[in-house]
């Protein structure tokens, strides 16, 4: 059975961190690349960053780039998102997406098989 269980949003001051994280299984884990989304109210999901299923990749919406990180560890199977200095902007319900062997085109949505049910990031200004 596939899972992606996502955690980590919350509410948080603009300029503050969160870490969200998603759990997956070894099976998803070791074969997928792992991708981050994200969908605010009235507009349609984005990318936001993602990497390789061999970890040796990663890519970054230009929304983002420098603010935040994408990162798997292995012997937890999660990938995480570190996001730093947040703004109001980046509101939004985050969403994990797993693709499988996938190494390009990975800002596109039909890259990746599978979803998580998302996590609730609000910035407040």
């Known amino acids: 059975q596939v899972y992606l269980v996502e955690t980590g949003g919350g509410l948080v001051q603009a300029g503050g961190s969160l870490r969200l994280s998603c759990a997956t299984s070894a099976q998803i884990f070791n074969s997928y690349a792992m991708g981050w989304f994200r969908q605010a109210p009235g507009k349609e999901r984005e990318f936001v960053a993602a990497i390789s299923w061999n970890g040796g990749l990663t890519y970054y919406a230009d929304s983002v780039k420098g603010r935040v990180t994408i990162s798997r560890d292995n012997d937890k199977t999660t990938v995480y998102l570190q996001m730093n200095r947040l703004k109001p902007e980046d509101t939004a319900v985050y969403y994990c997406?797993?693709?499988?062997?996938?190494?390009?085109?990975?800002?596109?949505?039909?890259?990746?098989?599978?979803w998580g049910q998302g996590t609730q990031v609000t910035v407040s200004s």
């Open positions: 997406a797993a693709g499988y062997q996938g190494s390009f085109y990975l800002e596109r949505l039909n890259a990746y098989d599978y």
